[in-house]
């Protein structure tokens, strides 16, 4: 009995002793475990420690940038500002094609373009026929959409274009009768006051077959268009008489309840009015000239964008008038050219006999040789000086 129960403590005991090293075990565990997250946790706290003072570092960096960029921007743009004005000082405005003719340099006088111009063609043309109907060509591009004019804010004029005995006339009595009214829209602007005005024609229905017919057009400044002619006449007058550019001009219709009236538009209608109405003056007026016998011409430098050369070339606007002294009204002709060449002389005086007062340019003394006793050069007052060779007591003229 005794040794039974020795045993059964013995036994006891290990359990306690195995029981006691699995805790001692789990607890070294536990200690190991423990100290790896104070590791941890101090590299942790080291990380976020840095990764302040690599922020704080990143937030100057940025902040210098944007203070570096916000002033590189705005050298930037006085830069782009400079280069705009020395383009506009070069070119022109976009508005405006041709350069101021003040600050063009004058070649000299005595040099003949003529002997460098192009000899593929021996025959020079007439400068009003060189430009007459100048379309501008299709570049393929994709064009948005024309915004339409808004005429909300003008009050409306009404009128109805029909004349029965035309029509009786035209298509037989009681054998037509009216389908429709076909109506179309301008805009008048007479004495600085805009109206729309809506006219409407009948469409015609005439005959057993009821064909359609519509009334022909009457005297329409251009056909399918708003503009009239006292539109036409305003932008002229304020463009030339006024000398507005056209963007100002685009400004003011647009005060006046005319939106959607472009600069373009108004430029596309000036070139079109130009060749279809104005040409005819112009042709006019040579003639009328060439009637007078007493001339006087100069020519002058000016710089095109775009003459199908490079920009800035060099081009010349020639001047024919008539003298003071011919007691008639005045008549001024302006010709373009590209160069200042001989040849628009021998165009333009092909039927001319008299006298043409210029400078000393030797273009016109070409002339003179070329039509001796048809055409007699005189010299001006302000270059008689020039060409006078005192000899002795005896002057002689070049002229």
Excluded at 169 to 178: K, L, Q
Excluded at 198 to 219: D, Q
Aim: with cysteine; glycine share 4%; aromatic share 10%.
């Amino acid at each position: 009995m005794k040794e039974n129960k020795i045993e059964e403590m013995q036994s006891a005991l290990d359990a306690a002793y195995a029981i006691i090293e699995n805790l001692r075990k789990s607890n070294d565990e536990k200690a190991k475990t423990i100290a790896g997250l104070e590791i941890y946790k101090t590299e942790n706290e080291r990380a976020m420690t840095q990764m302040a003072e690599e922020y704080q570092k990143m937030k100057k960096e940025c902040d210098r940038l944007k203070t570096e960029n916000s002033s590189l921007k705005k050298a930037l743009q006085l830069t782009i500002e400079k280069e705009q004005l020395k383009t506009n000082e070069l070119f022109g405005r976009h508005t405006e094609n041709i350069d101021s003719l003040i600050n063009s340099t004058v070649p000299e006088e005595l040099i003949d373009e003529a002997e460098t111009e192009d000899t593929s063609s021996n025959t020079a043309v007439r400068n009003r026929e060189n430009i007459k109907h100048v379309r501008k060509t299709d570049s393929g591009r994709k064009r948005a959409p024309k915004k339409p004019v808004d005429l909300s804010h003008l009050p409306v004029s009404v009128r109805y274009l029909i004349d029965v005995d035309h029509l009786n006339a035209e298509y037989g009595e009681g054998n037509w009768r009216i389908a429709y009214w076909s109506e179309s829209k301008r805009i008048e602007y007479p004495h600085n006051s805009a109206f729309v005005l809506k006219t409407y024609k009948p469409v015609i229905s005439y005959g057993l077959e009821h064909i359609m017919a519509r009334v022909s057009n009457c005297n329409e400044f251009y056909p399918g268009s708003m503009l009239s002619p006292s539109v036409m006449a305003e932008i002229l007058y304020r463009k030339y008489a006024l000398f507005l550019p056209l963007y100002r001009i685009e400004q003011a219709f647009r005060n006046e309840g005319l939106e959607h009236i472009s600069r373009q538009t108004m430029s596309n209608w000036i070139r079109e009015t130009v060749n279809t109405y104005l040409w005819m003056i112009y042709e006019y007026m040579i003639e009328q000239l060439m009637k007078i016998e007493y001339h006087q011409c100069d020519e002058t430098p000016l710089k095109v964008i775009n003459d199908g050369r490079p920009a800035g070339s060099i081009s010349y606007v020639w001047l024919h008038t008539t003298s003071e002294l011919c007691g008639c009204n005045p008549i001024i002709i302006y010709c373009y050219e590209k160069t200042r060449g001989t040849d628009h002389l021998r165009d333009f005086y092909r039927d001319f006999k008299g006298f043409i007062t210029s400078d000393a340019y030797c273009s016109y003394k070409v002339i003179h040789k070329e039509y001796e006793e048809i055409i007699i050069v005189c010299g001006c007052l302000m270059h008689y000086p020039r060409s006078i060779v005192i000899r002795g007591k005896s002057i002689i003229s070049r002229y």
